[in-house]
């Protein structure tokens, strides 16, 4: 079976057309399938014997990666594999939002995502931004080491930047004190973090007020 087959009952040209335009840099083309039903079909895969040609073959590759039941340390060679393959904003954001860590691989987890933040490649270093702000909570402990490496990461390369806004955002409306972080990145990021937080419905609170 080829991807073509699998997506076949489930394509939405006018989705396709929509999605691709949320995604401007991507460089595959679209078949219009849904998430939720990416996310289904990565369930009831054993395998991934499939070519990359569109981009959802990238979003059910990471699906089916986040979804496989094998510990994490046996992750970790397909999550590099996945690495080259990411060129769009939700081919990273909908992997990072998938993994989630079990409590006797937490070490394991932080320590591959965590270096992530000083990748070169854009992409790469969103995944890590991202992943670790999608899973804070397990690693409150580590809060201040985060916010550290995130605002060290910040770039003007435009996914970088809004990534490093949106964790800081999420951070300050877990822990106020965050606004010191907030103000070590550069104007450009600081006044994204700044605007991610006036939406948020969830604080009243905005720095600098």
């Given at each position: 079976?080829d991807t073509?087959t699998?997506?076949?009952q489930y394509e939405?040209?006018?989705?396709?057309?929509f999605s691709?335009?949320?995604t401007?840099?991507?460089?595959l083309?679209?078949?219009?399938?849904?998430?939720?039903?990416?996310r289904?079909?990565a369930?009831?895969?054993?395998?991934?014997p499939?070519?990359i040609?569109?981009?959802?073959?990238?979003?059910?590759?990471?699906?089916?990666?986040a979804?496989?039941?094998?510990?994490?340390?046996d992750k970790i060679?397909?999550?590099?594999?996945?690495?080259?393959?990411?060129?769009?904003w939700?081919e990273?954001d909908?992997?990072?939002?998938?993994l989630?860590?079990?409590?006797?691989?937490?070490?394991?987890?932080?320590n591959?995502?965590?270096p992530?933040?000083e990748?070169?490649r854009p992409m790469?270093r969103?995944?890590g931004?991202v992943t670790l702000?999608?899973t804070?909570?397990?690693?409150?402990?580590?809060?201040?080491e985060?916010l550290?490496a995130?605002?060290?990461?910040d770039?003007?390369e435009y996914?970088?930047?809004?990534?490093v806004?949106?964790a800081?955002s999420?951070?300050?409306i877990d822990h106020s004190?965050?606004?010191?972080?907030?103000?070590s990145?550069?104007?450009?990021?600081r006044?994204?973090?700044?605007q991610k937080?006036?939406?948020?419905?969830?604080t009243?609170?905005k720095?600098?007020?």
């Open positions: 079976m073509e699998l997506y076949r939405e040209r006018d989705y396709a057309l691709a335009k949320l401007k840099n991507h460089d083309p679209y078949r219009g399938i849904r998430i939720p039903t990416l289904k079909l369930k009831g895969l054993d395998e991934f499939f070519e040609k569109y981009h959802e073959d990238v979003l059910l590759r990471g699906f089916w990666i979804s496989r039941k094998i510990p994490f340390k060679a397909l999550l590099e594999s996945q690495f080259p393959l990411l060129s769009t939700d990273v909908t992997l990072a939002s998938s989630k860590p079990k409590k006797e691989e937490l070490d394991d987890f932080y591959f995502f965590f992530l933040l990748d070169s790469v969103r995944l931004i702000m999608s804070r909570k397990f690693f409150d402990d580590k809060r201040e985060m550290d995130i605002v060290k990461a770039s003007d996914y970088v930047s809004m990534a806004a949106w800081l999420f951070f300050y004190d965050t606004e010191k972080w907030i103000t990145v550069s104007p450009t990021t006044k994204r973090t700044e937080i006036r939406d948020s419905r969830r009243k609170d720095p600098g007020t």
